[in-house]
């Protein structure tokens, strides 16, 4: 029988955990699903995904048997040609799919496996404002320091902040949350003040197809022999599926065999019955999925226009489904808006300051999930909220006791 021992010394814990922040973006959320819970209506502009029809194609056509064992740590050769094909006919760039691809369970963890491939101990990684908010706690974790170039810098100024000891730049093409687009320009200019300095661009394609209007670029269609870039991309965002973890990197093959090694230690492969699916209805999920895309980016000039009418005032972009606007002189931080507006007015927003210090007077809008009208609802109440005269500052921690919520701490 366990016996208490007493006077025994406290577990340790990792500082390296204890020092980074738990997501922003995810924080908000949690909120809303536990409201929604409690029979709360809450308009959700805070997610970062848009709702797609999707039709579930016929599992019984797969080889199942397959599906309940591993697979290829790499991803299946199947999925990773289909992919291949996509770039080359979508982007223009050619990619090798048994060298130059590798898939995993969602962008996130490639991303940070990407990082620790080519990273080390003490290297510096420069990340372009707004910037999505895992990249930096992400680099803490693989031992680097995240650096940060303001939002408003110019592109060919970048150089201005590397550094010795600068070995990565990180960019979001399109970026979450602003909505703009890296233009074959801007890439080409990166590239080249990065390359002669051995920096490696890391760039997240995520919202690829929520580029409509213009001509998206990708950087693996400028540097065809993938030196010194890692593409990262995933199913989550432009296939309407982020519940089913599927992303994958684009790079050079010594590149790949390095994200392989930390993939063969930490996940081995991704959901093998997905990955057969994935690659037996790829086309026909794009076929579907892709009209959707193109309807949400029409959305996204409308509603454009009604925050124009209202005087609200977003960063310049037309991409994505976010919008980053502005919160002028609210008296209060970022946090303390998207909270008084979730507690007060049912309406969830993620705030500025999880994708920057230079952007913390900004809100992230996702009209991904909601109707037009309900969304024009909560514009009009957003900005009668940066104009109001009078805060009630104590309110916020009032409802965070209320319910039981732990207040966030950066």
């Known amino acids: ?64 048997a397959k599906g309940y064992h591993y697979s290829e740590s790499q991803g299946i050769l199947e999925l990773r040609q289909k992919i291949a094909n996509y770039y080359e006919k979508y982007y223009n760039a050619s990619v090798d799919y048994k060298n130059e691809i590798i898939i995993s369970a969602g962008s996130k963890p490639i991303i940070f496996m990407a990082m620790q491939a080519v990273l080390n101990y003490g290297d510096e990684a420069l990340i372009h404002e707004p910037a999505w908010l895992s990249y930096q706690e992400q680099l803490r974790l693989a031992g680097a320091e995240p650096k940060f170039i303001p939002y408003n810098c110019n592109i060919e100024d970048f150089h201005k902040y590397f550094t010795p000891k600068t070995k990565m730049l990180i960019i979001n093409n399109p970026n979450n949350p602003a909505g703009w687009m890296y233009s074959k320009e801007d890439l080409i200019s990166l590239y080249n003040q990065c390359r002669p300095r051995g920096i490696y661009i890391l760039v997240d394609e995520a919202y690829s197809d929520f580029v409509v209007d213009k001509q998206f670029c990708s950087l693996a269609n400028i540097i065809p022999n993938k030196d010194g870039i890692i593409v990262i991309n995933s199913l989550s965002k432009n296939l309407g599926m982020s519940g089913w973890r599927v992303g994958y990197a684009i790079s050079s093959p010594d590149v790949i065999e390095y994200i392989l090694k930390v993939n063969q230690h930490l996940i081995t492969c991704a959901s093998s019955v997905l990955l057969y699916y994935l690659a037996k209805y790829f086309d026909r999920i794009i076929s579907i999925t892709l009209p959707q895309v193109t309807e949400v980016v029409e959305k996204r000039k ?42 007060k007015h049912g309406i969830a927003v993620v705030p500025g300051l999880a994708y920057g210090s230079s952007t913390e007077r900004f809100i992230r809008i996702s009209i991904g999930t909601e109707s037009e009208e309900r969304i024009h609802d909560a514009l009009s109440t957003i900005k009668d909220l940066i104009n109001a005269k009078d805060f009630d500052v104590d309110f916020v921690n009032r409802k965070l006791n209320e319910f039981g919520y732990r207040p966030f701490f950066r």
């Open 1 to 64: 029988m366990f016996k208490m021992i007493n006077n025994l010394p406290k577990m340790q814990l990792s500082d390296k955990v204890k020092n980074i922040p738990e997501a922003l973006s995810i924080y908000i959320n949690q909120i809303v699903y536990d409201q929604k819970r409690r029979g709360v209506d809450i308009t959700t502009l805070s997610l970062g995904e848009a709702f797609f029809d999707i039709p579930l194609f016929d599992f019984k056509k797969l080889d199942l």
């Open 302 to 343: 409308r509603i454009a226009n009604f925050m124009n009418n209202l005087g609200l005032k977003p960063l310049n972009g037309h991409s994505t489904f976010y919008f980053f606007v502005s919160i002028e002189n609210f008296p209060e931080t970022s946090l303390n808006f998207a909270l008084y507006l979730l507690f």
